[in-house]
């Protein structure tokens, strides 16, 4: 069937079950509101509908019921307060403060009950609008507010339902933006085996960093989703099945990670040969394959990688010609191609084995770490242990419950029309760090501007009330489809939709340039905010995650460590150091991204200095990649079982350079332990009458290249002490 396709590639889009969800429950309210001919219920049926979409969380159907509830019990409660507190101005300011940092803090405990807790401060503006629009306290508020909580609870009946029917699908959708960021991993990585001289490599391994932060977050959502569909249902084939899947992504990412040697002494060697060029093909080729792999996930297609596959063969033939040549310059490289070679084939094979992981072997410890509290005791002391000013959930509580009463307050001065529409930008618009925060509130002005225009030329040229509607529905649509990747799109929507529904009560040509002022004086309090109230300029505490670096590379090699000694397994202890080492080193490339967006007099010399023990980290963490490929265990008689103890050295090393970093002390220069551990893994190699060819050992290899990270890593974190100047009190 012709259209069969079509419908399938759109039915794979991320946001389009969102979006159908939410026409539903627009088209829902519309058609409640004219069979009952009030055309006035749509205004807090709509606004209902928008904040429990805003909260809605990922899970299973019964976790999202459960979820609902809560969101329900916290809006009814939200939305009758603000309908009690509302005619004392002074006593509804200061309810305002108190439920604001409150519902912040309460975002500590995890990211579900962080996005509830900000849905209903959204509905509480809400609440406030809806009571604004008639007047004040009356009768027929709080008929007004029930219909908030009526279009909310349409909006979660649906949710719900839907995620019973088609529970697997953001499973899949999720597993296809893994292998789709592992692609492009893949792709940016073939460009550091490209045989040119004179390239900038750092700006490769700063993009290369960026990357696999993309990568990790992919790999944490997708973790997330499996594992609240997993409770209670261990059984599930196809759960279980797609449990193996992103295993294979978690060995994949490992694999794709991994250095094992300098690229820079192969391109010095093999220049005038053509073996780079046949693994950054490769590279590129196997990058190519996942992203084919993602599609035939989301299609359920056949997958081929024939390309990569060829491409692998002719790597090996380009290794084999090297060897027959039998250069001796070239020798001591021989084995360093064929480690890399073996390593690119054992990629191919899980590529392979991704798109039918049936046919592997099962795994002895498929257990997912649960980062949700267990108790109502671990609940509340994760929120105590951000009561202090060095955590960024408490200044944003502060900076925000005083952005808003201060809003509060210049809309009592001004006394302006539609006045807590000031409120909902500041809400909107004020985020956690400087950079976000400039970011939106640009694509917010320049989204409300871009939506008042057009919505003044559709009430114009569509008066009929029904042409509105269906425009307001669209643009709702069009709303949430854009709202994560598109700001300026969701925001020109967003008003669009106020324009074309308000128009239907009033005049919406009046709510024009009230909407505008009150973003224009929102946006502005909102940045005035996050620049005066404990600012979290990321140069403060970039020593802090640079230390949380190197504490999660150390747990990670100790943990590589211990699987030489007692053998491969891939239990959970393995794979969360794998997993937090990654982490880390994304949330330091995140770091230092939001840095670069931050005044320069705040930003200083930071953000270059960072920039270069990024690379620094990244590339350890490569190394260990490769380290950890390699695992097995190590036997008695085994040459590298002598190495461990020169192992066990650099774990110790790095925890001190933590340290240091964390706690802003003189940095001790490392060349002089890192010479020695060289010289110590260099007396553990064979006798030098031995052919050069048997001198090469992976484990010994990598060590070595770790250790040479030390020095260049103690030299780059006493410059970022240098320069970071004087850390805040608060963060210290």
């Not at 719900?160 to 029917?165: K, N, Q, Y």
């Not at 985020?431 to 400039?438: E, G, S």
């Not at 040229?461 to 799109?489: C, D, T």
């Amino acid at each position: 069937m012709p259209i069969a396709l079509p419908l399938r590639r759109l039915w794979t889009l991320d946001k389009f079950a969102y979006s159908v969800r939410v026409f539903i429950a627009f088209s829902g309210a519309l058609l409640l509101s004219a069979l009952l001919g009030d055309v006035a219920l749509v205004i807090p049926l709509f606004l209902g509908i928008i904040a429990c979409a805003l909260s809605e969380t990922d899970d299973s159907w019964e976790g999202r019921f459960q979820a609902l509830l809560v969101t329900l019990a916290c809006f009814a409660s939200a939305s009758f307060i603000v309908q009690w507190l509302f005619p004392w101005p002074w006593l509804f300011a200061l309810g305002l403060a108190i439920s604001t940092f409150t519902l912040i803090m309460l975002g500590a405990i995890g990211q579900r009950y962080a996005t509830i807790a900000s849905g209903t401060l959204i509905l509480s503006i809400y609440s406030m609008i809806n009571i604004e629009q008639h007047g004040g306290v009356d009768e027929d508020v709080a008929y007004r507010q029930l219909l908030l909580l009526a279009g909310a609870a349409w909006y979660g009946v649906i949710s719900v339902i839907w995620c019973a029917l088609f529970s697997r699908q953001p499973v899949k959708q999720s597993m296809a933006r893994v292998y789709k960021a592992l692609g492009e991993f893949l792709i940016l990585k073939s460009a550091l085996f490209e045989p040119v001289r004179g390239v900038d490599v750092e700006a490769r391994r700063v993009a290369l960093a960026r990357q696999n932060g993309k990568v990790v977050t992919a790999l944490n959502q997708a973790k997330e989703m499996i594992f609240r569909r997993l409770e209670g249902q261990r059984g599930d084939q196809k759960l279980n099945r797609y449990l193996r899947i992103y295993f294979i992504a978690q060995d994949i990412h490992e694999r794709a990670s991994s250095t094992h040697y300098p690229y820079s002494a192969l391109t010095d060697a093999f220049f005038h040969h053509d073996v780079l060029f046949r693994c950054q093909r490769l590279l590129d080729q196997q990058g190519r394959a996942c992203r084919q792999l993602a599609k035939s996930l989301l299609l359920n297609r056949p997958f081929g990688h024939e390309q990569s596959e060829q491409a692998l063969a002719d790597l090996r033939a380009s290794i084999d010609n090297l060897g027959d040549q039998g250069k001796p310059e070239w020798q001591p490289l021989m084995r360093p191609l064929n480690a890399l070679a073996d390593n690119l084939t054992t990629l191919e094979a899980q590529i392979a084995s991704a798109h039918n992981p049936d046919t592997g072997s099962e795994r002895r410890d498929s257990a997912l770490y649960d980062r949700s509290p267990s108790s109502l005791l671990e609940a509340w002391r994760r929120v105590r242990l951000n009561f202090t000013l060095g955590s960024p959930t408490f200044r944003h509580a502060v900076r925000l419950s005083t952005a808003l009463v201060a809003g509060y307050g210049l809309l009592h001065w001004l006394d302006p029309e539609q006045g807590f529409w000031i409120l909902l930008t500041t809400l909107f618009v004020c985020r956690p760090n400087f950079a976000t925060t400039r970011r939106f509130l640009s694509q917010r002005i320049i989204g409300t501007v871009l939506g008042l225009v057009v919505g003044w030329a559709s009430i114009s040229l569509f008066p009929h009330p029904l042409v509105q509607s269906m425009i307001a529905v669209a643009a709702g649509v069009s709303f949430f489809a854009n709202r994560e990747k598109h700001y300026v799109i969701a925001t020109a929507s967003i008003t669009l939709l106020v324009l074309c529904s308000f128009n239907q009560v009033g005049d919406g040509f009046d709510l024009i340039w009230p909407r505008l002022f009150d973003t224009l004086i929102g946006a502005l309090i909102a940045g005035l905010a996050v620049f005066f109230i404990l600012p979290d300029w990321q140069g403060r505490r970039l020593n802090r995650e640079a230390a949380h670096a190197l504490t999660n590379h150390r747990r990670y090699l100790e943990e590589i460590i211990h699987q030489y000694e007692e053998g491969k397994q891939d239990d959970l202890a393995y794979r969360l150091a794998r997993r937090n080492a990654h982490n880390t080193d994304a949330a330091l490339s995140t770091l230092l991204t939001n840095m670069l967006h931050e005044p320069g007099h705040y930003r200083k010399q930071d953000a270059d200095n960072g920039l270069r023990f990024l690379v620094l980290s990244n590339t350890l963490l490569s190394h260990l990649s490769a380290l950890g490929a390699h695992r097995h265990q190590l036997a008695d008689d085994e040459d590298d079982s002598a190495s461990v103890p020169a192992a066990k050295r650099m774990c110790e090393l790095l925890d001190q350079l933590a340290e240091q970093l964390q706690n802003r002390q003189p940095i001790t220069p490392l060349s002089a332990q890192a010479e020695a551990l060289i010289a110590q893994l260099d007396e553990q190699g064979p006798p030098k009458e031995e052919n050069a060819v048997t001198r090469y050992r992976p484990i010994q290899s990598q060590l070595r290249l770790i250790a040479n990270q030390l020095a260049p890593l103690s030299d780059a974190a006493s410059r970022l002490i240098s320069t970071n100047g004087t850390d805040d009190p608060g963060l210290s």
